[in-house]
């Protein structure tokens, strides 16, 4: 049995790009960038006015008097002519300064009658005008890759004038669920024995959370042709097959043997942690297959250490953004850790971390709750409260 730090460095190497393409930026929330983002056009386009107002002449003000209003600068249209000794022009907010203007005074401060425009009050220091290019100009690197586009850097890209991002290709993911006790939820109480099927959700949910494509969640019995047509048809259609449960050594656990008929190569078997020891990984010519327990918490924390780990690199993630452990002081005191490295699931009080009552790697409800997740070295000894512990976001 390998240890954790092995069993994570076999993922790191696993996860190789799956490589990039180019899509809408309509279509691009939430993709990575695997190219920078270059500015088409420099913005603004032109010397604008920031202000609904007039554009005038700096020198004009200072002499006193009226202005004669000479026409209007329209944001889109602009105003062809240029104003003179003693002119002005209307303007709107983004529209052109008129040639010979060189500010604008706001609307407010201004008396206008017909042609006639005077400046009642003191114009202040600003001058309302947005230079061109000033926000930046063609060609400025506005995006670096490894950037995640949200909702400000659509922004910013679109106001570039940029049509298409290059961004990594998603990992398409499928979910295999075995048992023959599981059910759609909604339908298990109806069937004695049989349980609600809850993993899946999950492990689609984190999947998806870290860039996955997930193509679907089929439920399967434990039946091992039945198994092998829906492992083969995965196979076909995804970069990484997850299988949950049927990992460990029961006379119904067939998921590797599965796999193994189809030609699969693992790459490592079980790993020393607590919960989730039976966690696998496999590759079938160019597609990964990860087998997950099926214990709800232990495949939760497998999911969370290795499968995210797995879907980020694919998706073009550096190694480290997945697993980012900080330390945090403990609310309790923690046992000695036995030899398996241990996730503890723990919740965050807003100040320190407080290990959960329950560590059934069964539990479900406690799941909803263990927001952190700290980590224990094999063979550590106790903890009083007030210690500090790595923790990651779970
Ligand atoms: N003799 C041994 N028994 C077990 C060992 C062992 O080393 N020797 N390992 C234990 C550990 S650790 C774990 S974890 C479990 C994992 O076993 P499997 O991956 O084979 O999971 P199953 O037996 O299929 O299911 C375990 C448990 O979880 C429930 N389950 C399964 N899938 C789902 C699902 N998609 N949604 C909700 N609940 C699910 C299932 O009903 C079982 O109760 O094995 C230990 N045994
Ligand atoms: O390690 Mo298992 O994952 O105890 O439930």
């Keep these: 049995m390998i240890d954790f730090d092995e069993a994570f460095a076999l ?3 696993a996860a190789r790009p799956l490589g990039t393409e180019t899509i809408a930026l309509a279509d691009a929330r939430g993709r990575l960038l695997a190219a920078p983002v270059v500015a088409m056009m420099d913005a ?3 010397d604008v006015s920031a202000m609904d107002g007039y554009a005038v002449r700096e020198r004009d003000l200072k002499a006193g008097g009226s202005l004669r209003l000479v ?7 602009g105003f ?13 907010t983004g529209a052109p300064l008129p040639a010979g203007a060189d500010r604008v005074v706001i609307q407010e401060i201004v008396d206008r009658a017909d042609d006639q425009v005077r400046v009642r009050g003191p114009v202040g220091s ?19 890759p490894g950037l995640r586009l949200d909702h400000r850097s659509l922004v910013a890209a679109a106001g570039a004038d940029v049509a298409e991002v290059q961004v990594w290709r998603r990992p398409r993911v499928a979910i295999l669920g075995t048992g023959d006790e599981l059910e759609e939820p909604g339908q298990a109480r109806h069937t004695p024995g049989r349980i609600p099927e809850s993993v899946s959700l999950g492990v689609a949910a984190l999947a998806e959370q870290w860039g996955a494509a997930v193509m679907g969640r089929r439920r399967l019995r434990d039946e091992p042709d039945a198994m092998k047509e829906a492992a083969e048809t995965a196979l076909s259609e995804a970069d990484l097959v997850v299988m949950t449960g049927g990992a460990s050594v029961g006379e119904k656990d067939f998921a590797k043997p599965v796999f193994a008929s189809l030609g699969m190569e693992i790459i490592f078997s079980k790993v020393a942690i607590k919960p989730g020891k039976p966690v696998w990984l496999g590759r079938v010519g160019d597609r990964l297959v990860m087998g997950l327990p099926g214990n709800p918490t232990s495949a939760l924390v497998t999911a969370r250490l290795l499968l995210v780990p797995l879907v980020a690199g694919l998706g073009g993630r ?4 997945a697993l980012h452990w900080r330390a945090a002081p403990l609310t309790d005191a923690l046992p000695a850790c036995g030899d398996r490295e241990t996730f503890v699931r723990a919740r965050w009080t807003g100040e320190r971390v407080q290990p959960l009552s329950n560590q059934d790697s069964g539990a479900q409800r406690a799941l909803a709750e263990a927001d952190l997740l700290i980590r224990r070295r094999p063979g550590t000894a106790a903890l009083v409260a007030g210690d500090m512990v790595d923790v990651i976001d779970f």
């Design 44 to 46: 603004p386009p032109a």
């Design 126 to 144: 600003g001058r309302h005008v947005r230079p061109r290019g000033s926000d930046f100009r063609t060609g400025d690197r506005l995006l670096e």
């Design 318 to 321: 550096e190694d480290e953004s």
């Design 71 to 77: 026409g209007s600068s329209w944001p889109g249209s």
């Design 80 to 92: 062809g002519g240029a104003i003179g000794t003693g002119e002005c022009a209307r303007i709107f």
């Design 11 to 13: 993922v790191v190497r």
